[in-house]
């Protein structure tokens, strides 16, 4: 069995490694199949497919869309898109010009709390002036001492209801699941178990999703326990719905799971590679 790893950050968005880096770490940890899914932007994927030409990785272009469904954030990953489509281009960066924006209102949210240069700050942590987000605020933080790490920032400073928080508007989710259909590719809801939704719900949202031309759920991703793992598998062969296995990894020291080294697909899922001839 390949070993398989569909949802990754680097530099481009506001993972810690260069797309090379990431590739050559992947390759360490024993990855066969990369895809990588940076935040609202495409710039890495060349980069790191030659990369992955060169330590023999199957590479698969992907993203990761910020969209909205009934007020709720929701992140959809991309999965074997064509980054050059013209929809998805455009859509992704009109999001980048969103997420500027947002990133001048947290600042002057910390601002507020007394928490000055944020924006200068989070800034010198991005890995290029195109995308700005939270986690780059968090490293800005912990550099200044306000937490212990960056998953302590989120909850402290980052989330509704903290000093840092700035409501943002995202792309519908028909948008996102939209670009990336219409650009070749297979749209995944990725870490379902961080939405917090109910039953109902989540039903709703999957159904809708569904409808929509979304073809998966990620079942097996860091921020899922075993036992959500195994609920996600259940709603995924109930809804009809393929299931991904990604490490949603961002660099040494922030992620749970290293690349490649998350627990495998449970027996009752169709995996969303099934019919991928490049994985067989």
Known sequence: MPNIDLHCHSTVSDGLLTPTLLVERAAACGVDVLALTDHDDVAGLEEARRVAAEKNITFIN?????ADWRGQTLHIVGLGIDPMH???AGGLKSIRDGRTMRARNIAAQLDKFGIRGSFEGALAHAGNGRLIGRTHFARFLVQQGYAKDVRSVFKKYLVKGKPGYAPHQWAPLSDAVN???????RAVIAHPARYKLGRGALDELMLEFRALGGQAI????ASHTLEQSLLFANHSQRMGLLASRGSDFHGP???????GRMP????????????WKQVM
Not at 62 to 66: A, K, L, T
Not at 218 to 221: D, H, I, P, S
Not at 253 to 259: A, M
């Open 218 to 221: 990620e079942v097996v991703t």
């Open 179 to 185: 670009w990336i259909c219409g650009s070749g590719g």
């Open 264 to 275: 495998e697909l449970p027996a009752n899922c169709t995996p969303v590679w099934h019919d």
């Open 62 to 66: 992907g993203v990761e869309i910020s």
């Open 86 to 88: 013209p929809q998805l």
């Open 253 to 259: 020291g922030e992620s749970y799971f290293d690349l």
